[in-house]
T-cell receptor
Framework: NAGVTQTPKFQVLKTGQSMTLQCAQD?????MYWYRQDPGMGLRLIYY???????DKGEVPNGYNVSRLNKREFSLRLESAAPSQTSVYFC????????????????FGPGTRLTVL | KQEVTQIPAALSVPEGENLVLNCSFT??????LQWFRQDPGKGLTSLLL?????REQTSGRLNASLDKSSGRSTLYIAASQPGDSATYLC???????????????FGEGTQLTVNP
């Protein structure tokens, strides 16, 4: 099992450009998440999808959109990148906590390091 | 709003020492608490998860405790090794059914260096 995979690993954008960060998991998890990690701010939740077909805003959703394409894939889109969106982006997945034998542990991808000039 | 604080921000110890990392949270209405490890340039790896009804969890040389009423958790690492050098983060999950759903609130982490 590859676990949680993210592409690309690194990206440099100019202000105003758009891009989509891709995330896929092969653990048959129901829930998926997008976080950003910034020095002095810790990890903050951008959006999450509790199950296929649903998405909800997290703590810092402004400037982002998400798509839960299917159970495996959850993408994050920056429509018009800004320097404030320079960060490391992590995707994570977990079982639905209501399932029997759910560990509720979140499994993280390796991250995408995004720089917006 | 839940806030999670980790003290100290950085810690350097000699190999073999036992150490304790601290995590505190402001809202005791949590579902569970997790400790993660993050190596430089890598993602997070879950170490231990403590349900709100539990007092502690153990995995090898790691022991995590939870005192929900006081809003505190500790991660105890026994006989530390250079390979333990990493950033350790704690995160709390709110009760199910609230609008915050499955979201985790993270602390900023403690950067641990174990010197040979």
């Amino acid at each position: 099992n590859a676990g949680v995979t993210q592409t690309p690993k690194f990206q440099v954008l100019k202000t105003g450009q758009s891009m989509t960060l891709q995330c896929a998991q092969d653990m048959n998890h129901n829930s998926m998440y997008w976080y950003r990690q910034d020095p002095g701010m810790g990890l903050r939740l951008i959006y999450y999808s509790a199950s296929e077909g649903t998405t909800d805003k997290g703590e810092v959703p402004n400037g982002y959109n998400v798509s839960r394409l299917n159970k495996r894939e959850f993408s994050l889109r920056l429509e018009s990148a800004a320097p404030s969106q320079t960060s490391v982006y992590f995707c994570a997945s977990s079982d639905h906590p209501g399932l029997a034998k759910s560990t509720d542990t979140q499994y993280f991808g390796p991250g995408t390091r995004l720089t917006v000039l | 709003k839940q806030e999670v604080t980790q003290i100290p921000a950085a810690l350097s110890v000699p190999e073999g020492e036992n150490l304790v990392l601290n995590c505190s949270f402001t809202d005791s209405a949590i579902y569970n608490l997790q400790w993660f490890r993050q190596d430089p340039g890598k993602g997070l790896t879950s170490l231990l998860l403590i349900q709100s009804s539990q007092r502690e969890q153990t995995s090898g040389r790691l022991n995590a405790s939870l005192d929900k009423s006081s809003g505190r958790s500790t991660l105890y690492i026994a006989a530390s090794q250079p390979g333990d050098s990493a950033t350790y983060l704690c995160a709390v999950r709110p009760l199910p059914g609230e609008t915050s759903g499955s979201r985790l609130t993270f602390g900023e982490g403690t950067q641990l260096t174990v010197n040979p």
